[in-house]
């Protein structure tokens, strides 16, 4: 069975400087890889995600992820955040078979 | 706006009660999931109904049972509650009837508070 591991539960970081949210996933077959923002008070939202293809992913509001197979990892990163960036952040992962299996989140704090 | 509706928004009741939670899914989606969010398990898979059929089952309890009727709305039941079943409870839906490669929307949740 497939698991996720965010390393970091909660990342506060200063407005306008780049941030990294990391993102390990254990799986012996082929994966699905997704990253959903979770805003206050409200649902989730998709952010981008990984089928196959190039190993970069570009997602919305200038959050890109990179997929290492090697490492196992399907970091995200943004250059410069924004206050309106400050969320959770959700790493998740499918065999392609069994439903989505979602890490435990990383808060971000964009402090102005 | 995902366009996915849940109510209640909120929900306040005693151990050993019963309750419903009901989610619209988005217009022309067949398929509908069931999560619990909670502080300590994160987001756990509870159900998945495609197109009024149980499609993927997660860790749902056994007091929990949940259906998709025919105009593709669904209800999730909680019953005999506990305390631990205090969580926000989210409904998605999502086109297909893949459980993984379909983007999920997902609605703003309804806040169980078991008391």
């Known amino acids: 069975a497939q698991s996720v591991t965010q390393l970091d539960s909660q990342v506060p970081v200063f407005e306008e400087a780049p941030v990294e949210l990391r993102c390990n996933y254990s799986?012996?077959?082929?994966?699905?890889l997704f990253w959903y923002v979770q805003y206050p008070n409200q649902g989730l939202q998709l952010l981008l995600k990984?089928?196959?293809?190039?190993?970069l992913v570009k997602g919305i509001n200038g959050f890109e992820a990179e997929f290492n197979k090697s490492q196992t990892s399907f970091h995200l990163r943004k250059p410069s955040v924004h206050i309106s960036d400050t969320a959770e952040y959700f790493c998740a992962v499918s065999d392609r078979v069994t439903p989505l299996v979602f890490g435990k989140g990383t808060r971000l704090s964009v402090i102005a | 706006d995902s366009g996915v509706t849940q109510t209640p928004k909120h929900l306040i009741t005693a151990t050993g009660q019963r309750v419903t939670l009901r989610c619209s899914p988005r217009?022309?989606?067949?398929?509908v999931y069931w999560y619990q969010q909670s502080l300590d398990q994160g987001l756990q898979f509870l159900i998945q109904y495609y197109n009024g059929e149980e499609r993927a089952k997660g860790n749902i309890l056994e007091r929990f049972s949940a259906q998709q009727f025919p105009d593709l709305h669904s209800e999730l039941n909680l019953s005999s509650l506990e305390l631990g079943d205090s969580a926000l409870y989210f409904c998605a839906s999502s086109v297909g009837r893949g459980v993984s490669y379909n983007e999920q929307f997902f609605g703003p949740g309804t806040r169980l508070t078991v008391l």
């Open positions: 990984y089928l196959s293809g190039s190993t």
């Open positions: 799986s012996s077959v082929s994966v699905y």
């Open positions: 217009s022309g989606d067949l398929s």
